[in-house]
């Protein structure tokens, strides 16, 4: 057989061989759209945008982005106002290593104390006694009487809290008498305690939970609240006539802005972030697939008015 003629058969034979694939591969073809998938190609999908919150109505800061001001080993921040200056409510932020203690001191200003991490090693009196201090753990609020001594002290695993008061809450000078012996390591008449598992909760029409620790935000004055959120839990559009000043002690806020509740138009707010709503400015909040624990803080009224889109 000459070369000529071996060549045209092995063409027919690749011939008859396409035809044969063609005629058992065509009812099996995939639909449009599938065949990237079946021979495992990468098809670029279009990127969605990331989700902008109006930051003119509320503002925030994740874990990684609040700014702490480190020194001596401790780290501070203030919020909101000013706690020198007389008149307006502070909202600030203050880390502490273990075993650093503060000496006896007095606020001639309202103030309240929240543990968000941590151990707070709290007393009181003129005299800073380290045996006679109560150890108050993440979720204890704090209130400190005007004008009263008290001291304090951290754990071994340190402490995180967040203070709110007002301003000119400068240091004073010990002047009180020494305390009595026997009696609660805590003078109640000076600093009043409130531990979260003593907290008794309500539930809301949204259906949170929530509870009053100090003050009401239907009323006027200073107030801290916790509110409690279920997976899947949605808040209404709505505002407030006050800021309001909020942290996450547990779980993931998801946060919007706007009249209209779109649960794919937020940011998600993990344990430790912090969020500014300004008064007046309309707002929505949620929970997608696990439990939240909020800290509400700020100066009432602040109750929730519900925004008509």
């Given amino acids: 057989m000459t070369t000529c003629k071996r060549q045209k058969l092995l063409i027919r034979f690749i011939v008859l061989l396409a035809i044969c694939a063609s005629i058992s591969v065509w009812p099996a073809m995939p639909k449009r ?3 990237s998938e079946q021979l495992g190609l990468i098809v670029p999908v279009a990127a969605q945008a990331p989700v902008s919150l109006d930051r ?13 001001v480190e020194r001596n080993g401790t780290g501070s921040l203030t919020l909101y106002g000013d706690a020198s200056k007389p008149g307006g409510i502070y909202v600030s932020l203050l880390r502490r290593p273990f075993d650093n203690w503060s ?19 709290a007393g009181t ?10 150890a108050l753990k993440a979720g204890t609020v704090v209130s ?13 695993d340190g402490v995180t809290l967040l203070f709110i008061g007002m301003g000119g809450s400068n240091s004073g000078p010990a002047s009180e008498p020494p305390r009595a012996p026997g009696g609660p390591n805590v003078d109640p008449t000076a600093r009043i305690a409130k531990k979260l598992e003593d907290m008794v909760w309500t539930k809301a029409a949204d259906g949170s939970t929530f509870v009053n620790v100090f003050g009401d935000p239907s009323k006027a004055g200073l107030y801290v609240q916790f509110i409690r959120r279920t ?38 707010m993990p344990k430790g972030s912090y969020i500014h709503d300004f008064a007046n400015g309309t707002h929505y909040e949620g929970t997608k697939d696990e439990d939240l624990w909020l800290l509400v803080v700020g100066m009432g009224p602040a109750a929730p008015e519900t925004a008509s889109n």
């Fill in 33 to 35: 759209g599938a065949i």
């Fill in 103 to 121: 000496a006896p001191h007095t606020h001639p200003s309202e103030r309240y104390v929240t543990v968000l991490e941590g151990t707070f090693l």
């Fill in 125 to 134: 009196g003129p005299v800073q006694d380290r045996n006679r201090v109560d």
């Fill in 231 to 268: 997976p899947n839990s949605w808040s209404t559009a709505h505002r407030h006539a006050n800021d309001q000043f909020v942290w996450v002690m547990g779980g993931r806020m998801y946060i919007g802005t706007g009249s209209s509740v779109d649960k794919d138009k937020t940011v998600g």
């Fill in 56 to 68: 003119s109505i509320r503002d925030y800061k994740l874990p990684s982005e609040i700014p702490w």
């Fill in 144 to 156: 400190e009487v005007p004008t009263r001594m008290h001291y304090d002290g951290v754990g071994q």
